[in-house]
């Protein structure tokens, strides 16, 4: 179970349904965080077991190689667009 930082770049795939996100800089509540984290998982790790299947399962679906390429495919598409529309504004 991630517990950390929400800060730059975390916003798209870290919230309360794939960690325990703590506000950037606020150490007293990151450990807090880990404390509760480790006496509910002592207790009952059911809800923290569906948060880390949750986050492994978004993290690997947004970041699988086919997406990687279709979005690098997707890109490149781009690319040749601008620059055949860039070669005909030139001539």
Do not use: C, M
Not at 15 to 33: M, S, Y
Not at 55 to 76: C, E, G, H, M, P
Request: glycine share 6%.
């Amino acid at each position: 179970v991630v517990i950390g930082y929400t800060g730059l770049g975390t916003e798209e795939y870290f919230d309360t349904t794939t960690g325990i996100p703590v506000p950037e800089g606020d150490t007293a509540a990151l450990v807090r965080a880990v404390e509760a984290a480790i006496e509910e998982y002592e207790e009952n790790p059911e809800r923290l077991d569906r948060i880390r299947h949750h986050a492994s399962d978004t993290v690997n679906r947004k970041y699988s190689r086919d997406a990687f390429v279709s979005n690098l495919q997707r890109v490149w598409a781009e690319v040749e667009t601008a620059v055949a529309a860039a070669d005909g504004d030139v001539r």
